[in-house]
Every structure is written in structure tokens, then in C-alpha cells.
């Protein structure tokens, strides 16, 4: 028989995936191959170091029996710490901010740990921070084991004896650019401490989010303050220890913007469905590449994969709501589902039966000036508010008249998947269109519903 002992035989060992189609859209001509480490058996490059920072605690007596494996972590190394804790009998109580994915949260739940979650303005060196809090709960917990992963020499150790070897030989020694963002800095500085002992002139590239300290501390040594950004797992607001600039030859800077589009992109057009921090990481390689030739060969980690964010940058819901989302891929159903606090998002109508009185009524009921008149499943007419008191002044009769008796035509028809270009054009004649999803009208789109939308 064939097969692993435990699931942990499973980590590492993860293949290179040639870039075809975007850079052939691009016209790049060197290639550019991406280090799977989304294929780990917890779906991210962390899996590498929870295992080797657990080895050393138990060789060096500081994790027993019956301990618990205690970590401020954004999601992806408490997830490498709780697979071994599942297979080794240890429990774990992990630390994370609110901007960790529910995925992930989820996840480690399902894995048997137990969650903390922090502020995330929280500073650091406020108890309410998510490291200081862990360090907290551990001095508390008998029988503990804080890895501390942004200072534990056994975080770029891991890279160092595996990732690294595993890259230079995959690559058959060819590999001229190493590119990888910077969060504990252990991927990028173990990675490429071993490469550039092979080869010197191996160049090392950090990935690092706008708002990160990094670019700015290596090139001047100072430290500015960070400023928030979308993107998980990567970037700090503060120098750590497992992050040696000195194996980093440049570090880019890549906006939240571009993260998601190419880590959408990946997906799309490559089959590689990873998390935002890949799409960083592949967004400096791309500027790397553009003015190198066919003799280069740069490799990049995909550092985990996309089902850890389906409810943040993999949903054109939250994409559209942090106004990135591209302006293509916004549809008539998508501005309708999510509309802005205050504004309907069930269709509110009235038959052309009904009285004008009620009809009034129900808008003064759900706060709107227009209403679409619908009969069976049919849009036949429209109601604006001015119109209807113009003519009220007039005669104050008409409130008891039928909607039918005064309403104006109906606004414009556009199917659920009308592109956003083809609706504004519609609502500079129409202060309203309503929506067909297979012949019947299932909700309505006013200007005020797309003026925070991109133009």
C-alpha cells in the first residue's frame, strides 16, 4: 500500500505552474512561474512553518503533552499550527484581528481551535492589540507554547531547508528573480537566503501592500506609520524580526486595486483560484518581468487559495461596496442587491388599479419619490411623486382617482445582466429603470443608486 501516514506528510513538495495567458496578453516575453502553495494540505505556504516552529517546541521541551499552541495570526499560520495540533493532541487558541475572512475563522473553528477576535485599529503596544493579547492569554494558560511567528527562527528555517531547495531544483538552477511578499518575512527571507547561496545574483523582489512600512524602512531606515489597507496577511506596521532587508534586493509597492483584480485575473484566466496576497505578489512580478526576455525565470508564491475570501474580493458584492470592483463586471442584479443603506432593495410597486392615495402612502412608507406601476408581471406605467402633487394642486380629487388615471410611461426595461455603461445611459433620460430576470420585473435602479459607482 501506498499512502501517508498523516495528513502532515502532505506539506511541501508543491509544484511550479507556468503564467501563459496574461503574460502572453501583456506581450511578456520572460516567463514567470507560479510556487503553489495553495496546493498545502491547509491550502497556504503557512503550513510549512506551523509544523517546523511545533518540532522545535516539543525537541526543545517547551510544548508537552497535553499543551496548547497559543498565536496571533491573520489566519493562514493558525491553520498550519492547528492541522499539527489535530494530529498531535494539542489545543490551540488563536488570536486575529477583524479583518481575518470568516472563511478563515470558520476554518479554524472546523480544525477544533478556539478564536479571539481584536479590534483592528487596535496599535501595537495597546492591550487590545491582537499580539499583545495572545501574549497575554499564553502567560495566563499553563502548559503553553507561543510561537511568536514573526520572531521564531524556525519561520524562515522552514523555508530555508525546503521551499528554497525546492524552487532552485524545480527549476533546474535557472531561477534569476525570487518574488514574495513581506508579512513575518520568513517566506521571503529564508527562501531567498538559500537561493542567493547558490546563485548571488539571484535577485529578490518583496511585494508589499501602500500603507505597509517596508519599501520606506529599507530604503531609508525609517519607520512611517502604516496606514490601512485591504489585503490579509502581509505588510506590518512595525519592523519584525524574521524580516531581513538585507537578503531583499527592491521591494514595490502594489495598491489593493491591483491585488484583487490579478488575484481575480489568476482565476479567470490562469485556473489558479488563490487569495489576495498572490495577486499582490504576481502584480510585482509582472513589473519585474515587463523589461526582461525570454533568459530570465521568475518564480512567485501563490501563498493560499481563494476559498479563504469568498465572502471578501472573491464577491462583486464586497468588491463593489470598497469601490474596486472593475466597471465592466457591474450588472443591473449586482446594483440592485446591494444597494445603499436606506434604499429598498425588495421592489416596491403598485397595480394600476390601486387608488393614487395608497400609492402615495406606500412611498411615504419606504422613503421613495417614484414607483413602477406593475400589472401581472408587467411594467405598464410609472409614478413620481412631483408629478402626482402638480396634479393634486390642481384637483384634490384625484386622490381617490385609479394609479392608471395619472400615471406617466413606464421607465425603461433592462435585463438582470445590463451592463453598468448601458444603465447610466438609460438614467440620463429616466430617473429610473426597472429590472426583467425572465420576463417578470423583479426590482428597480434610481440615479441616487449609482452615484458612489465608479465612472
Not at 470598497?322 to 434604499?343: F, H, V
Request: hydrophobic share 35%.
Amino acid at each position: 500500500m501506498k499512502f501517508y501516514n498523516d495528513i502532515l506528510g502532505l506539506i511541501g513538495k508543491t509544484p511550479l505552474v507556468r503564467i501563459n495567458n496574461i503574460t502572453k496578453q501583456l506581450k511578456i516575453k520572460a516567463p514567470i512561474y507560479a510556487k503553489m502553495e495553495s496546493l498545502n494540505p491547509g491550502y497556504s505556504v503557512k503550513d510549512r512553518i506551523g509544523i517546523s516552529m511545533i518540532d522545535w517546541a516539543e525537541r526543545e521541551g517547551v510544548l508537552k503533552k497535553g499543551g496548547t499552541i497559543i498565536e496571533a495570526t491573520s489566519g493562514n499560520t493558525g491553520i498550519g499550527l492547528a492541522l499539527v495540533a489535530a494530529v498531535r493532541g494539542y489545543k490551540c487558541i488563536f488570536v486575529l484581528t477583524e479583518k481575518a475572512s470568516t472563511e478563515k475563522v470558520r476554518y479554524l473553528k472546523g480544525l477544533g481551535a478556539d478564536i479571539v477576535v481584536c479590534p483592528a485599529a487596535a496599535k501595537p503596544g495597546t492591550p487590545d492589540h491582537y499580539v499583545a493579547t495572545a501574549k497575554r492569554i499564553a502567560e495566563e494558560t499553563p502548559n503553553s507554547f507561543y510561537p511568536d511567528q514573526y520572531n521564531h527562527p524556525e519561520n524562515p528555517a522552514a523555508h530555508y531547508r525546503t521551499t528554497g531547495p525546492e524552487i532552485w531544483e524545480d527549476t533546474e538552477h535557472k531561477i534569476t528573480h525570487f518574488v514574495a511578499s513581506i508579512g513575518t518575512g520568513g517566506t521571503i527571507s529564508g527562501t531567498g537566503r538559500f537561493l542567493k547561496e547558490m546563485n548571488p545574483d539571484i535577485k529578490v523582489i518583496g511585494a508589499d501592500p501602500y500603507g505597509s512600512i517596508f519599501k520606506t524602512y529599507k530604503e531609508s531606515g525609517f519607520v512611517p506609520e502604516a496606514t490601512p489597507y485591504l489585503v490579509e496577511g502581509i505588510g506590518q506596521n512595525l519592523p519584525v524580526g524574521n524580516a531581513d532587508l538585507n537578503t531583499i534586493d527592491e521591494i514595490i509597492n502594489i495598491t489593493d486595486r491591483e491585488s484583487f483584480d490579478l488575484a481575480r485575473q489568476l482565476g479567470r484566466r490562469e485556473g489558479i483560484f488563490c487569495g489576495g496576497s498572490a495577486g499582490t505578489i504576481f502584480a510585482a512580478a509582472l513589473k519585474v518581468a515587463k523589461d526582461l526576455d525570454e533568459s530570465a525565470c521568475i518564480v512567485f508564491i501563490v501563498c493560499d487559495t481563494g476559498e479563504h475570501y469568498l465572502s471578501k474580493f472573491h464577491s462583486d458584492e464586497w468588491m463593489k461596496e470598497k469601490l474596486l470592483l472593475e466597471p465592466q463586471r457591474i450588472t443591473a442584479s449586482l446594483i440592485a442587491d446591494t444597494k445603499s443603506a436606506g434604499s429598498p432593495r425588495q421592489l416596491i410597486s403598485v397595480g394600476p388599479e390601486e387608488k393614487v392615495s395608497a400609492a402615495l402612502a406606500l412611498m411615504s412608507e419606504n422613503g421613495v419619490t417614484q414607483l413602477p406601476v406593475i400589472e401581472g408581471h408587467t411594467s405598464v406605467g410609472s409614478l413620481r411623486e412631483s408629478h402626482i402633487l402638480t396634479n393634486l394642486l390642481k384637483d384634490r380629487e384625484l386622490l381617490d382617482a385609479k394609479v392608471s388615471d395619472i400615471m406617466d410611461k413606464s421607465f425603461p426595461v433592462v435585463d438582470v445582466d445590463e451592463s453598468f455603461d448601458s444603465i447610466k445611459n438609460k438614467l440620463t433620460k429616466s430617473p429610473a429603470v426597472v429590472i426583467e430576470d425572465f420576463k417578470r420585473i423583479t426590482g428597480i435602479i434610481t440615479r441616487s443608486d449609482v452615484l458612489d459607482l465608479p465612472h
